[in-house]
């Protein structure tokens, strides 16, 4: 099978990607797989090191408001296609893959102008604005959340598969991770992050729950990654609370090890990105979410509410974490087993344990069609 791949801007649209990438190689030895993204995006990074040719297209996103940058967008939207269109000529794939995110706009959209079969997949629980853009354009839909199919306007063409998913975390087994990481039966393990970049209130409230909560609590491990961005000032802060002196207590600023980390947790404190919580789904984690509120159409939030509406999460918005609600969340569900248990029975109906095989078993059926 030929095949190109799309998606960009986030780490959230390019992981998929390449998870689709590495089942169809692992199906396919011989298959021909090319990236088409922008220039400046994430995927100049995770690409190359995935072993993939990158090729570019340049496009950028819309603006909300009035800006002169939306003049250029209203340019790159016309040359854009025009130039994917002869990318696409020359690498005559099967079919176009597009994860979401501006990157993939202009590439499916020329791939269903040259009559290349498309699909295209949404990770969030809301469509991004590049799917809502191009769902006329695709033969299938490949949707994480059920819900989605309510916002296309062809749900005919939608199909839940999950989340395809790199790494380790469909491997991890919870008793051998903390056997591994010299985690006593009775512990109870809380494991904390914002994010790869850190995020600064997370990290203020999560330093709160350690001080008022978890350094009391010797069965209670708690590890929070701060994030690369936040480390310098909240790692001062935890010593100067005399954090470092309690042995439960792991603050870092990334987690290297996270399959197993997160295996190991019996409560999960973190953001809302749909990689996330297709990963706490399939490890059955009770989990308090904290939704970014900087990401385009609040989706964050989107997804963590479909979770919470099921008993599968609690969430809170930041504007809703006064002082010490975050700490009395996380001794309620620490001290309750059984509420914890009830989470994770439910948080992993929402798991797809073969996402990525539904997705190449699909993307074979359309390439024959072509």
Not at 181 to 195: A, E, F, H, R
Request: net charge neutral; with cysteine.
């Amino acid at each position: 099978m030929k095949i190109v791949l799309s998606g960009g801007g986030t780490g959230g649209h390019v992981n998929p990607a390449l998870a689709i990438a590495g089942t169809v190689k692992a199906h396919e030895p011989d298959s021909e797989i090319s990236y088409i993204g922008t220039p400046k995006g994430i995927e100049n990074k995770l690409v190359p090191l995935a072993g993939y040719t990158l090729y570019h297209v340049e496009i950028q996103g819309l603006k909300r408001k009035f800006s002169l940058s939306n003049l250029k967008t209203a340019w790159l939207t016309v040359t854009s296609v025009f130039k994917a269109k002869k990318l696409l000529r020359k690498l005559a794939p099967d079919i176009v893959v597009g994860t979401g995110g501006y990157a993939c706009w202009p590439v499916v959209k020329a791939a269903h102008k040259l009559g290349i079969p498309t699909a295209l997949h949404e990770s969030n629980a809301i469509p991004g604005f590049a799917v809502k853009m191009l769902e006329k354009d695709a033969d299938r839909i490949f949707i994480n959340f059920e819900e989605t199919k309510k916002a296309l306007k062809y749900p005919y063409k939608a199909e839940r598969v999950g989340n395809p998913m790199r790494g380790a975390f469909e491997m991890q087994d919870r008793e051998a991770a903390r056997q591994e990481l010299g985690i006593d039966g009775d512990t109870v393990c809380i494991l904390s992050y914002g994010g790869s970049m850190g995020a600064e209130q997370v990290n203020n409230e999560i330093l709160a729950v350690m001080r008022d909560y978890s350094s009391k609590e010797p069965n209670v491990r708690h590890l929070h990654a701060t994030g690369a961005i936040e480390w310098p000032i909240a790692s001062v802060q935890f010593k100067d609370m005399g954090l470092d002196k309690y042995p439960n207590l792991n603050l870092v600023e990334y987690i290297y090890n996270m399959p197993q980390e997160m295996a190991a947790a019996d409560i999960v404190i973190c953001r809302a990105g749909a990689m996330t919580l297709s990963e706490l789904a399939l490890m059955k984690k009770a989990c308090i979410l904290i939704p970014s509120p900087n990401v385009a159409d609040n989706h964050q939030y989107k997804n963590a509410k479909v979770l919470a509406d099921k008993g599968a999460a609690l969430v809170f918005q930041e504007s809703e974490l006064t002082e010490g609600k975050l700490t009395e969340a996380v001794r309620s569900l620490a001290s309750d087993s059984e509420k914890r248990k009830n989470m994770a029975d439910r948080i992993s109906q929402f798991a797809v344990n073969d996402a990525s095989e539904r997705i190449y078993t699909g993307l074979s059926e359309l390439a024959k069609q072509n």
